[in-house]
């Protein structure tokens, strides 16, 4: 699958064919080595809370497949890339479907997608999108979530897609199925008690993920997305011209039109980085001016493949969820508990000559507005809202009328 892994997954003292030691290291992997190893900005605690009753609407006797141990990468006839001996990411057995999503479908589409985070650089990445006016997917990782609700609210707020990257970033293909649920299901219960959703599409970590893991995966309900761009940036920013390589990387693909990792030759494009890396969001404005002097229109992974539900409410109905679309920094003036007549007035549909405090019946249409749930139903109330308020304020303003010709006709008299 991933034909360029091979060399990112080098260490730093590795030799090159031509005897030169590797420049960088590889990002320690949140799943190896001490404390220590793990990035200084995020939670070093990734134990994945378990619940058994996650497992008792899995159909485990559909489940086939064994545990795979993490591998080096190199795997004979694992049909990864369509090789003998195939460049696979670490663990052997990963085989792309045709279900897999990989790239956008039509020509000119482009989709940014980040994974791993959200981080404490996630604010900065969400500012240059909104200034930019781009929606992008976030793959998220449960751990990471508990962390920073208020990032993955405020991007799913802004119109942001958030997709699942498991709980604690493992080798999926080496867990058990037990084990794979509690990934999941945790990261869910996150997700939700952060912005009341569940994502419809899940990245493995790693981008692995045999039958086994499909499957399961599958019977929860997830789509697959995985990606067709990769610039590396978990590597790159150990080197001294990182920012450049990854500019390079979207160049090239810009300017061929396809990508090593296009597995079902795609016209559009899926790319992947990470909000963990302050130098690749910085790279952002720059990948966006590149992207759309190439005549490339980007959208969130789920509106390029013209999916009308990247998320489903967790109340049990699987019905499309619209996030609200607003700028982070124009938050939403909360209504006062007693409303003056004039804000009234600019809220509702009617004369310009209402008076005095808002009648009781507007007040409850406000209500009945707010609580409606579709589009069609707020037109039918709006509407309804124009009749009552006109004919309230008729009436009053007849009432008006006329005590001022009483008044009138008393000072004449």
Request: overall charge negative; hydrophobic content about 35%.
């Amino acid at each position: 699958m991933l034909a360029v892994v091979n060399a990112a997954t080098k260490r730093a003292g590795d030799e090159d064919n031509d005897g030169n030691e590797d420049e960088y290291e590889e990002f320690p992997r949140f799943d190896e080595g001490e404390d220590d190893s793990k990035p200084a900005d995020v939670d070093p605690e990734y134990t994945t809370p378990r619940n058994d009753a996650w497992l008792a609407d899995i159909d485990f006797s559909v489940i086939k497949g064994n545990v795979r141990p993490v591998g080096s990468g190199i795997c004979e006839n694992a049909k990864c890339d369509g090789t003998d001996n195939d460049q696979c990411f670490e663990t052997c057995g990963n085989m792309a479907t045709a279900e897999d999503i990989y790239g956008c479908p039509q020509e000119r589409t482009w989709s940014l997608t980040f994974d791993d985070g959200p981080s404490e650089f996630t604010h900065e990445l969400l500012d240059i999108l909104d200034s930019l006016d781009i929606k992008a997917t976030f793959c998220v990782m449960g751990a990471h979530v508990k962390k920073f609700p208020e990032i993955v609210k405020r991007a799913y707020e802004s119109g942001h897609q958030i997709a699942s990257h498991t709980y604690s970033h493992p080798h999926l293909m080496s867990l058990t199925n037990e084990e794979i649920v509690y990934e999941i299901r945790a990261t869910e219960e996150a997700i939700q008690n952060a912005i009341g959703i569940k994502p419809a599409y899940i990245r493995p970590p790693y981008g692995e993920a045999d039958q086994r893991v499909k499957t399961l995966l599958k019977q929860m309900g997830y789509k697959i997305l995985m990606w067709n761009v990769d610039p590396t940036d978990y590597n790159v920013h150990m080197l001294a011209n990182g920012p450049d390589l990854i500019q390079h990387s979207f160049q090239k693909v810009i300017e061929e039109k396809n990508s090593n990792l296009n597995v079902h030759s795609d016209y559009g494009f899926i790319s992947l980085q990470h909000d963990l890396y302050q130098v690749s969001i910085q790279q952002v404005p720059n990948i966006v001016r590149a992207l759309r002097s190439g005549n490339y229109t980007m959208l969130t992974s789920a509106a390029c493949l013209g999916d009308v539900e990247p998320h489903v409410r967790t109340s049990g109905r699987l019905e499309a969820v619209v996030p609200p679309v607003h700028s982070h920094a124009k938050e939403v003036a909360k209504p006062s508990k007693v409303a003056d007549s004039s804000s009234m007035i600019k809220a509702f549909p009617g004369p310009s000559l209402v008076q005095n405090f808002p009648s009781p019946s507007v007040i409850e249409q406000q209500t009945t507005m707010k609580a409606a749930e579709t589009p069609s139903d707020l037109s039918k109330i709006k509407n309804k809202i124009g009749k009552t308020v006109f004919k309230s304020d008729a009436s009053r303003l007849v009432g008006s009328l006329a005590l001022w010709m009483i008044t009138l006709w008393s000072t004449l008299a």
